[in-house]
């Protein structure tokens, strides 16, 4: 009898520890991720950004790598070909920010406002 309590008991273990780790439902992850990358204000990355921090400089370039190139709305921006090229990006936004100063942009949506003014593609 002892033997089959700790089978039993192993089992009740291993199905709570499943319902705990298992996620919710697909609809309710959606819905939790759709904007978890614009987990920073324009502000705050500008403010990160004065400062030389590292962290925003990686996820300035995470935003802007990943929405270059034509958009389905028709916008597009180039990401500019050069050695310094994350340098001149953050030029570019320290300049650009004071003159929008929306509180309630998005780093991701002014970064992009940003791109598509200072980087918009070219049609050849």
Same mark, same amino acid.
């Given at each position: /009898?002892?033997?089959?309590?700790? =089978?039993?008991? $192993?089992? %009740?273990?291993?199905? %709570? ?12 992850? &959606? ?8 987990? /920073?204000? !324009? ?5 990160? =950004? #004065?400062? @030389? #921090?590292?962290?925003?400089? $990686?996820? =300035?370039?995470?935003?802007?790598? !990943? +929405? +270059? $190139? ?12 050069? #050695?310094?090229?994350? @340098? ?17 942009? &998005?780093?991701?949506?002014? =970064?992009?406002?940003? /791109?598509? +003014? ?5 049609? +050849?």
């Amino acid at each position: /009898m002892k033997n089959n309590n700790v =089978l039993i008991g $192993g089992l %009740v273990v291993c199905f %709570v520890g499943y319902v705990l780790a298992a996620p919710g439902p697909a609809s309710a992850q &959606t819905a939790e991720t759709h904007d978890n990358y614009a987990f /920073m204000s !324009a502000q705050d990355l500008y403010d990160a =950004l #004065s400062q @030389e #921090s590292q962290v925003a400089l $990686g996820y =300035l370039l995470g935003i802007i790598d !990943a +929405k +270059k $190139g034509r958009q389905p709305d028709g916008s597009c921006y180039t990401v500019p070909w050069q #050695s310094d090229a994350d @340098e001149v990006l953050v030029s570019a936004y320290l300049e650009d920010w004071p003159g929008v100063a929306d509180f309630s942009m &998005t780093a991701p949506d002014a =970064l992009i406002r940003m /791109m598509q +003014k200072r980087f918009p593609c070219r049609d +050849k």
